[in-house]
């Protein structure tokens, strides 16, 4: 399997956070402009149809803030998704493959890249792009459901456990 890595913090020190049960009971990752695939797809051909797609994630990437929620970021590597937060997640991505950006009928979109599980976008499952800049920060833009993601704890930080069996807060 092939993953992408996501840490958070749940909430301390007076801010807001998310504990697994939150995420778990949420029904995984998402974007906050995407609650299914077919919004997904239609946020992509959006962004790109309007030319807008490379601001957006440049914005996402600079500031993550909740108006820009286009995406939810991962890394591609442990490293880039990892600094110390309380909770550690990784998800399966496996069959995202590198596409053109032709498969939505386009030429190349200036400094972003198109990762798709389908060179259909309509049959794609999974949907995520890169802003070159940040050549690994996956900037994920479709529902990543819990039987997809692993859970580690500062508790037994070698460890994943699938999300779906957490029991804790």
């Given at each position: 399997?092939t993953?992408?890595?996501?840490?958070?913090d749940?909430?301390?020190g007076?801010?807001p956070?998310?504990t697994?049960?939150?995420v778990?009971?949420?029904?995984?990752f998402?974007?906050?402009?995407s609650d299914?695939?077919?919004?997904s797809?239609?946020n992509?051909r959006q962004l790109?149809?309007?030319?807008?797609?490379?601001?957006?994630?440049?914005?996402?990437?600079?500031?993550?803030?909740?108006e820009?929620?286009w995406?939810?970021?991962?890394?591609?590597d442990?490293?880039?998704?990892?600094?110390?937060?309380?909770y550690f997640y990784?998800?399966?991505?496996?069959?995202?493959?590198?596409q053109?950006?032709?498969?939505?009928?386009q030429?190349?979109v200036?400094?972003?890249?198109?990762y798709?599980?389908?060179?259909?976008?309509?049959r794609?499952t999974?949907?995520?792009v890169?802003?070159?800049?940040?050549?690994?920060?996956?900037?994920?833009?479709?529902p990543?459901?819990?039987p997809?993601?692993?859970?580690?704890?500062q508790?037994k930080?070698?460890?994943w456990?699938k999300?779906q069996?957490?029991?804790?807060?």
């Amino acid at each position: 399997m092939t993953y992408a890595y996501r840490g958070e913090d749940g909430p301390i020190g007076g801010k807001p956070g998310r504990t697994p049960g939150d995420v778990k009971k949420a029904g995984g990752f998402k974007p906050w402009k995407s609650d299914s695939i077919e919004t997904s797809r239609a946020n992509l051909r959006q962004l790109v149809a309007n030319g807008t797609l490379a601001v957006q994630a440049e914005l996402w990437c600079l500031g993550k803030k909740r108006e820009n929620g286009w995406f939810f970021s991962s890394g591609l590597d442990e490293a880039t998704a990892y600094d110390t937060y309380q909770y550690f997640y990784r998800f399966d991505i496996t069959g995202l493959v590198l596409q053109p950006w032709s498969v939505l009928g386009q030429g190349d979109v200036a400094k972003m890249k198109l990762y798709l599980d389908n060179n259909d976008l309509d049959r794609a499952t999974k949907i995520a792009v890169i802003w070159t800049p940040r050549p690994k920060e996956l900037l994920v833009m479709s529902p990543v459901k819990v039987p997809s993601i692993e859970l580690r704890t500062q508790e037994k930080p070698e460890k994943w456990l699938k999300l779906q069996d957490y029991t804790g807060p």
